[in-house]
Nanobody
Framework: QVQLVESGGGLVQAGGSLRLSCAYS????????MTWYRQAPGKQRELVAE???????NYVDSVKGRFTISRDNAKKMVYLQMNSLKPEDTAVYYC???????WGQGTQVTVSS
């Protein structure tokens, strides 16, 4: 059974930074590709970033150069460092392994202009 707990969201001004954390409970963390998704009001959930078990990363074009995904396999944690935040980054952010169909509660990120 996988449990995911996201944290670190908040209200920040445009240009600011936040670091999101995701705590993973369950087995096989180190084997999973881990992802961060986000869902803005009235929009579909979109994949923001992913990191393979070896540390290779991919990002949606809109966050490239601003966001960095990382993982700590020993602690079963995934992080999303978000810099140069923009109002359009406002969303609820979720983490999940690609092998898992469920979602955590997410963490709200609000960027004011």
């Amino acid at each position: 059974q996988v449990q995911l707990v996201e944290s670190g969201g908040g209200l920040v001004q445009a240009g600011g930074s936040l670091r999101l954390s995701c705590a993973y409970s369950g087995s096989f963390f180190s084997l999973n590709v881990m992802t961060w998704y986000r869902q803005a009001p009235g929009k579909q959930r979109e994949l923001v970033a992913e990191i393979t078990r070896s540390g290779s990363t991919n990002y949606v074009d809109s966050v490239k150069g601003r966001f960095t995904i990382s993982r700590d396999n020993a602690k079963k944690m995934v992080y999303l460092q978000m810099n140069s935040l923009k109002p359009e980054d406002t969303a609820v952010y979720y983490c999940k392994p690609t092998s898992y169909q469920g979602w955590g509660q997410g963490t709200q990120v609000t960027v004011s202009s």
